[in-house]
């Protein structure tokens, strides 16, 4: 058996449903190594569905996701965590602890999660807060931040533990279209200087097709398009055209999920 998947996550089969409500219905999807894939869908979707069913939060109610060649749901608690240590979760809102200052934000994971002293801790903290150009935010307390420097200390968060595979929930929404270019520099760059796999849910498209080197779009419970930023700007299904030129016009239903 090949103990080094070449893919990072696989979806086969995945269904999800809440209660009656089916959000998904059949996802098959393979994320290469260190790849940035961007899944693109409607609103409402399931987008965010699909992250929290690679961190294990979710179970799907029927097929398998796996991480490393590894069946999340099956995992023990503890394995579970471990696999959670390897994934850096950076979401819309930063949410960043607002009571504690950058520097305990950042250091949080590490003083949970790890035997390191303080001084490595530190020294961690300041390595990633260069990384993504925040060195002089390290005393400051989130409310004393702009949302796009939030942003950054989020990414900044998210990469503390060095994970091997980073999960982006609509990292430059609501950002303007500088910072937004900003985010999306670094996101490219952490995935080249710490060699991430990368997922990255977003509605931007400028964004999408920066950062993209996989895409994939979510389409009524289903990844009905799955190639690369390039064929998908001259993808000749109707659903990704339309989508992508943002046309009110087209086969997208307003009703995002199958009912
Ligand atoms: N815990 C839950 N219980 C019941 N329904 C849920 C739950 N979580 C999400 N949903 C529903 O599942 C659907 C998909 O939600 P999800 O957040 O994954 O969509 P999304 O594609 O990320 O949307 P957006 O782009 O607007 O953030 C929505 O209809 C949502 O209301």
Redesign the pocket.
């Known amino acids: 058996m090949n103990t080094t998947p070449a893919s990072s996550v696989e979806m086969k089969d995945v269904h999800l449903a ?2 009656e ?1 089916e ?1 998904l219905s059949g996802i098959n999807l393979s994320v290469p190594q260190k790849a940035r894939l961007v899944i693109l ?10 992250l ?1 069913l690679i961190l294990g939060i ?1 179970r799907p109610t029927k097929g398998e996701v796996t991480f490393k060649g590894l069946t999340v749901s099956r995992m023990s608690r503890l394995r579970l965590n471990r696999m959670r240590q390897k994934i850096g979760m950076v979401y819309q809102y930063s949410a960043l602890i607002s009571s504690l200052s950058v520097r305990d934000n950042l250091a949080l994971p590490l003083e949970e999660l790890t035997r390191k002293s303080r001084d490595e801790i530190d020294q961690l903290v300041d390595e990633k807060l260069e990384l993504v150009g925040m060195a002089d935010a390290r005393d400051k307390m989130p409310a004393e931040l702009s949302g796009g420097m939030r942003k950054r200390i989020g990414l900044a968060r998210g990469i503390i533990m060095d994970p091997e595979l980073i999960l982006y ?2 990292p430059s929404a609501g950002l303007d279209p500088v910072i937004s270019s900003v985010i999306n520099e670094l996101i490219i760059s952490l995935s080249e200087k710490i060699g991430a796999t990368s997922i990255i ?1 977003t ?1 931007e498209m400028d964004s999408a097709f920066k950062v993209a080197t996989h895409m994939a779009m ?1 389409y009524q419970g289903t990844i009905i398009a799955a190639d690369t930023p390039e064929r998908f700007k001259n993808s000749d299904n109707p659903v990704v055209a339309q989508f992508i030129a943002g046309e009110t016009e087209g086969p997208i239903l307003q009703a ?2 199958k009912t």
């Open positions: 809440f209660g409500k959000i869908g409607q609103s409402g979707g399931g987008k965010s569905t699909l929290r979710l929930d609509e849910v509605h979510l995002p999920q």
